[in-house]
């Protein structure tokens, strides 16, 4: 890592940022919280990007391309639209910058193996914001069914719900396909559920079979190609058999993550819009454990940087995240850190989901 000591401390990560849109100011925030300097942001036109470096305090605005070449940027942050991403990471990467990148990491998976490779190669930190990982009660969960507190691992029930895209008149980027790729629901939040699936169980999902269904054929005058709705059945590689429905159609849903796994001793369900919470299902009475820096696992207790009852939420899980990525930049070995790789296996879930729906059949995935 290189490093202007002119104004800045020596030590202090640099970090640029394309994109100007909601996830670039939760980056920014995180950044900001993880004591780096941001040094340049870039949007798709110098307007935007004057307005947006205002805005998230950087101290210029550049172009996307000489923004990832830059000497002053350590790391660079994509939050541009899934199309994109490809390219600006496989350019950032070319000029030997540590990278995160939205997810999905690409629109094929084809293309995530191309740049999980190359990231690789490059031998920088190279990580995907599946951010709920970050969660203390989450990685609580992972810790107990870790050392086995569930049992034989039974069964997963999981769902992703929002309802932003309710109504027909309801549009964003990740409608067009040419923007958001073949898969939109299951791209954008699915994709957070299935790395949350693999990551607390410690299993990979092995086989799937989806449906997928499209419920508006037009938004804001133009044809839609991509899915509202997946629901998924799937088995990990024990044979635990999972349900998954992911929806950005559910009226009054909001960001409604959850996860619930089953054991043959105990279950465990998390909720992401109350992630101070873990619920222990036992026959013999169950508990609703309180995040608690005073009694969690280790991996939990590492994440909290306030005393139980004062509640963290997704703003400091992205910042544990991004605090996590720039201790990986100083060659500190954290754990759990989402890389390339794991945004190249749920590029690899998300065909294995359009696939199956498209065959009618299941599918098998390779771990
Ligand atoms: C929109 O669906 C969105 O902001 C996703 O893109 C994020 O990944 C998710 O965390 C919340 O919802």
């Not at 036992?282 to 696992?297: C, K």
């Amino acid at each position: 890592m290189t490093t202007d000591v002119t104004d800045i401390g020596v030590g202090t990560i640099r970090q640029g940022i394309i994109g100007g849109g909601f996830m670039a100011r939760v980056h920014a925030g995180a950044g900001r919280t993880a004591g780096a300097a941001l040094t340049a942001v870039a949007t798709s036109t110098a307007d935007g990007a004057a307005r947006a470096a205002h805005s998230l305090g950087a101290r210029r605005s550049a172009e996307a391309l000489a923004l990832v070449a830059a000497g002053d940027v350590d790391v660079v942050h994509i939050c541009t639209p899934n199309a994109t991403h490809a390219a600006l990471a496989t350019a950032a990467l070319a000029a030997g910058k540590h990278v995160v990148c939205e997810k999905p990491l690409a629109t094929t998976a084809a293309a995530a193996r191309v740049l999980a490779a190359a990231a690789d190669e490059a031998g920088v930190v190279a990580a995907v914001p599946f951010v709920y990982r970050y969660h203390p009660m989450v990685r609580e969960a992972r810790a107990r069914i870790a050392r086995g507190d569930i049992g034989a691992l039974l069964s997963i029930d999981c769902a992703y719900l929002q309802d932003w895209l309710l109504q027909p008149g309801d549009d964003d980027w990740r409608a067009d396909a040419d923007a958001g790729g073949p898969s939109r629901a299951f791209a954008d939040i699915g994709s957070h559920l299935c790395d949350l699936v693999e990551f607390v169980a410690g299993e990979p999902i092995v086989r799937l079979a989806a449906r997928t269904r499209r419920v508006f054929d037009e938004r804001g005058g133009r044809a839609v190609a991509n899915e509202d709705i997946a629901a998924v059945l799937f088995e990990t590689a024990s044979g635990a058999l999972g349900t998954a429905l992911v929806s950005q159609m559910a009226a009054g849903r909001k960001n409604a993550l959850t996860l619930e796994v089953h054991g043959s001793a105990r279950s465990l369900a998390f909720a992401q819009e109350r992630p101070e919470e873990l619920w222990v299902g036992d026959r013999a009475g169950s508990q609703l454990l309180l995040r608690d820096p005073a009694t969690g696992a280790p991996d939990a207790v590492r994440l909290q940087t306030v005393p139980a009852g004062h509640p963290m939420g997704y703003v400091d899980a992205f910042a544990a995240f991004v605090a996590d990525v720039y201790s990986a930049v100083r060659g500190e070995d954290v754990d759990g850190l989402p890389t390339f790789a794991d945004g190249l296996r749920a590029a690899v879930l998300t065909e294995a989901v359009l696939e199956s729906a498209r065959m009618r059949e299941w599918v098998e995935v390779a771990p």
